[in-house]
Structures are given as C-alpha cells and as structure tokens.
C-alpha cells in the first residue's frame, strides 16, 4: 500500500507563490507516474500537473500552463508542484495521485490513479 502525504498548502493572496509537496512511502516511487489533480467546493476534481516516471516529462492542464511546474526527486520520494502567479480560481483542495507502478505515461484521468493522498488546501485571496 502506498501512503502519500501532501503538504505545503496555505493561504496567499492573487499573484504568490506556493510550492506542494508530496511524500510517498513507496520504495518504488522512481517507477510511478505522479499526479495533482484539484477540487474546488461544489466542482468535480480536476486534472492538473502529470510527470512521468521514465524520462520525466510532464503535462499540465490548459489553465495551469506557464504558471504552475510539476517535478520530483526520486531520492526523497516526492513530487512536487511549484504554483506561480496564483489566482484565485486556483484555490481548491490539491491532490496528489500515484500510478501504479511501471505504468507507462503520464494520465489526466482519475481512474488511472490509484492512490492518493488526504489533500492540502490552497486559498487564494483577490
């Protein structure tokens, strides 16, 4: 079983920076393709920052794009989300989500996670 741990969240105002972290206690993390995913009060969650396990490469979701970097240092398992120029449509609860491991690319579909973390709430004030 594979326990992640989000944490990094907070209250800031429209144009800070944040950066998310999360912790997995997976031995096999350098194998699993992460993910953060969003979920504002009332909203469905949503998809937003992907890297892959292989070669690193990532997707980012449309709203996100030139603002937000997803990472991760296999040596300390854990991914990261740095958030620039935030807004506050970007406050929600962020996720993290772990692929099972050797899952090939990255995904911007939920069922395609199979663990995830408690969340950490992000706020932003305008």
């Known amino acids: 079983q594979v326990q992640l741990v989000e944490s990094g969240g907070g209250l800031v105002q429209a144009g800070d920076s944040l950066r998310l972290s999360c912790a997995a206690s997976?031995?096999?993390?350098?194998?699993?393709?992460m993910g953060w995913f969003r979920q504002a009060p009332g909203k469905e969650r949503e998809f937003v920052a992907a890297?892959?396990?292989?070669?690193?490469?990532?997707d980012l979701a449309d709203s996100v794009k030139g603002r937000f970097t997803i990472s991760r240092d296999n040596a300390k398992n854990t991914a990261y989300l740095q958030m620039n120029s935030l807004k506050p449509d970007d406050t929600a609860v962020y996720y993290c989500?772990?692929?099972?491991?050797?899952?090939?690319?990255?995904?911007?579909?939920?069922?395609?996670?199979?663990?995830w973390g408690l969340g950490t709430q992000v706020t932003v004030s305008s």
């Open positions: 989500g772990a692929r099972k491991s050797s899952s090939s690319g990255t995904s911007r579909y939920l069922s395609d996670y199979q663990f």
């Open positions: 890297i892959s396990w292989s070669d690193s490469s990532t």
């Open positions: 997976d031995r096999t993390f350098s194998r699993r393709v």
